[in-house]
């Protein structure tokens, strides 16, 4: 044999030499891992869950409480925060003239509804606000 074909061959036993090294790591990290947490993913872990009752109220385990937005519906537990920006007839002078989040019916922020909601682009504004609105239970 001549020496090129065994350097070569060296060369090539080498890197299948680090190919096996790294194979066999990645098993051995991939099992500790499954023994690290050896229940297999649950639906609510994989984020497929509906949201439950406990959810809505609030009660999570993280112990955050879920942002309670407005309905949309012009309920008076749903109020606008922060300042009161200008009177204004069309939610979209409010969001793109004044930069506001939210329209209420009043200068208190009663019965307010979020500007951004192309479904509710329409001209019963009221007072634009620069805070967002927070529906009540």
């Known amino acids: 044999m001549s020496t090129h074909c065994l350097k070569s061959s060296s060369l090539s036993n080498f890197f299948i030499m680090k190919i096996a090294t790294f194979l066999l790591v990645l098993c051995a990290g991939v099992a500790l891992a499954g023994v690290a947490n050896p229940e297999p993913p649950t639906e609510h872990a994989a984020g ?3 949201v439950s009752d406990d959810d809505q109220q609030g009660d999570n385990n993280s112990g955050l409480k879920k942002r309670r937005g407005c309905t949309g ?3 008076t ?3 606008c925060q922060g300042k009161v920006l200008n009177r204004r007839n069309s939610h979209h002078n409010c969001l793109k003239t004044d930069g506001g989040h939210c329209c209420a019916e009043s200068r208190t922020g009663d019965k307010g509804i979020d500007v951004k909601n192309k479904a ?3 001209e019963d504004c009221g007072y634009c606000f620069s805070g967002y609105c927070r529906g009540g239970k």
Request: glycine residues 0%.
């Open 48 to 50: 497929l869950s509906a």
């Open 73 to 75: 519906h012009r309920l």
């Open 77 to 79: 537990t749903d109020v």
């Open 120 to 122: 509710h682009d329409r």
